[in-house]
């Protein structure tokens, strides 16, 4: 961000734009968050992360995402990694939506399968972790509900390769809804151990969350925790009991995961098992997000209950 900021203000460019679009993931959207905070606003990126207050007024965003999960384009947050700390951080500057965000099935639609699967998987989590979270409302599960109902009638289709684009929009549409859930509750384990295995092992974002809700749900679900039944809608849901049906979505989430390639095995990404201490470290860490799941975690455990190498 600093080295695009550095680059901008050599040309002395940064006093004659209006607008910053960015057309991209939520790292190309994220990016031109920061930059429009960064043209009216002095010093280096690093001086305004967490929650800024009382800046200058940054430029305006206009988001058109080319993916159909991170759901930066109805947010003000804009998430950057420390390549030096392998730390993840934030510009979150509440008065900083997106004036504007145009969905366009023609740019979304021509993504190789791998992006829809990645991308697909992120809004996945969202959902599934604001859905569950201690913290959750009813806001939240209404967001949370439409997005996963779109994302199982849409996502195998694509994924199959029989899809128009209307899959391509219900997609799209299902990554803002469930944004908006996330944004009305919290992440939880899934959000805290793809954090880390993507900024250790430059694994996508997508791709790294996906390798974990699965196991979230199913390990919540043999624990006891059967909400996940509200989000079945098969035709014969009144003659099931909550533990069933819940067992069906777990089964649904799997298929999904499978569908999409997610790796179970991480020695994909290059993990050992000298590696997986840091893990367990890293959980004790950032202990609050396992606290948000509706079932106990323990943190020093995760190794043992959620990966595979």
Request: charged share 20%; glycine share 8%.
């Amino acid at each position: 961000l600093d080295s695009l900021m550095e680059e901008i203000r050599g040309k002395n460019l940064e006093r004659t734009l209006d607008v910053w679009i960015g057309i991209g993931g939520g790292s190309t959207m994220d990016t031109a968050k920061g930059l429009s905070i960064l043209c009216n606003n002095d010093g280096p990126s690093i001086k305004y992360k967490g929650f800024p207050k009382d800046l200058n007024k940054p430029l305006p965003v206009i988001a058109i995402p080319s993916t159909t999960g991170s759901g930066s384009e109805v947010v003000y947050n804009a998430s950057f990694i420390d390549e030096d700390s392998q730390t993840k951080m934030g510009i979150n500057y509440t008065s900083h939506y997106p004036e504007m965000a145009i969905l366009d099935t023609a740019i979304v639609s021509s993504a190789p399968r791998s992006v829809l699967a990645s991308s697909g998987c992120d809004a996945l989590v969202h959902t599934l972790e604001s859905y569950m979270s201690k913290e959750t409302n009813e806001n939240a599960q209404f967001f949370s509900k439409k997005a996963y109902s779109l994302i199982m009638s849409n996502m195998p289709l694509i994924l199959k390769g029989k899809s128009d684009l209307q899959n391509w929009q219900n997609m799209q549409w299902a990554a803002v809804y469930a944004m908006l859930a996330l944004s009305n509750s919290t992440s939880g384990p899934s959000g805290a151990l793809s954090y880390y295995l993507g900024t250790n092992f430059k694994v996508n974002h997508g791709v790294a969350g996906g390798v974990f809700i699965g196991k979230i749900c199913k390990y919540n679900h043999l624990n006891g925790y059967h909400g996940l039944s509200n989000l079945y809608e098969g035709k014969d849901q009144n003659k099931m009991d909550r533990e069933k049906k819940s067992s069906l979505v777990v089964q649904q989430i799997e298929e999904l995961l499978d569908m999409a390639n997610m790796p179970n095995n991480l020695s994909e990404f290059g993990v050992k098992e000298e590696d997986l201490k840091g893990f367990n470290e890293f959980s004790v860490q950032v202990k609050a997000s396992f606290d948000l799941n509706p079932v106990e975690i323990d943190p020093r455990q995760v190794s043992d209950l959620f990966i595979n190498i």
